[in-house]
């Protein structure tokens, strides 16, 4: 069974602090992805991983992928409020040559200030 | 560029009722899919599409259609809404290792 586990859920932090977001996949994913997502509104895209050992960066979030664990962390390093919102990670799982891009249940971010 | 577009924002239907969700791109992108949003579940892909005249399920496809005739539109049909419809639906489409663009979404409710 194709799963994306994300973890933690929900996850509370004071601004200026730094934490990772875990994301684990049942089987080989050609891709990962992370996406961000606010109250209302539709999903923006912030990564695309495509291969073991890729980091990504972007101003206070970083993403990195491990094929052979089977996970992918999204770093928030000294937070600010406005990276409030609910992040999803993605596994894309090439099967027959089809693709399906499965999500985890997204983590609910809040940042305080 | 108008990327990905869903029609209708907003839907209220009665139980029993059909409609069609249209979902159009412009970006020529071969991959489509239609996922459904609710509380605490993430996004669960309904079906999805590799090209024009190929459509295959996702995790949830009871109670919908898709078809797939041109590159750019790729509609959801709900055949009976039931309220167990009822979600926040989105499109997405996408090109090689470039992850999806989605669309705006579709808050449907059934009553």
């Known amino acids: 069974e194709l799963k994306v586990e994300q973890n933690p859920l929900f996850l509370s932090m004071q601004e200026g602090k730094n934490y990772t977001i875990y994301c684990n996949y049942s089987?080989?994913?050609?891709?990962l992805y992370w996406y961000r997502q606010d109250p209302g509104k539709s999903l923006e895209s912030l990564f695309v991983?495509?291969?073991?050992?890729a980091v990504k960066q972007e101003g206070r979030l970083m993403a990195s992928l491990d094929t052979k664990a089977r996970l992918s962390t999204l770093h928030i390093t000294a937070a600010v409020h406005d990276l409030s919102a609910t992040y999803f990670c993605?596994?894309?799982?090439?099967?027959?040559?089809?693709?399906?891009?499965?999500f985890g249940k997204g983590t609910r971010l809040h940042i305080l200030p | 560029n108008a990327g990905v577009t869903q029609t209708p924002k907003f839907q209220v239907l009665k139980t029993g009722q059909s409609m069609t969700l249209q979902c159009a791109q412009d970006?020529?992108?071969?991959?489509m899919s239609w996922y459904r949003q609710d509380p605490g579940m993430g996004l669960r892909l309904i079906h999805y599409?590799?090209?024009?005249?190929?459509?295959d399920q996702g995790e949830v496809p009871n109670g919908y259609n898709v078809s797939r005739s041109t590159t750019e539109d790729f509609p959801l049909r709900l055949l009976s809404a039931a309220p167990s419809q009822t979600s926040v639906y989105f499109c997405?489409?996408?090109?090689?290792?470039?992850?999806?663009?989605f669309g705006s979404g579709t808050r449907l409710t059934v009553v």
């Open positions: 997405a489409s996408s090109s090689f290792n470039y992850g999806y663009t």
């Open positions: 089987t080989t994913s050609d891709r």
């Open positions: 991983l495509l291969s073991n050992g």
């Open positions: 993605a596994g894309d799982f090439a099967m027959n040559r089809d693709d399906k891009i499965i």
């Open positions: 970006m020529n992108h071969e991959y």
């Open positions: 599409s590799v090209g024009a005249g190929i459509t």
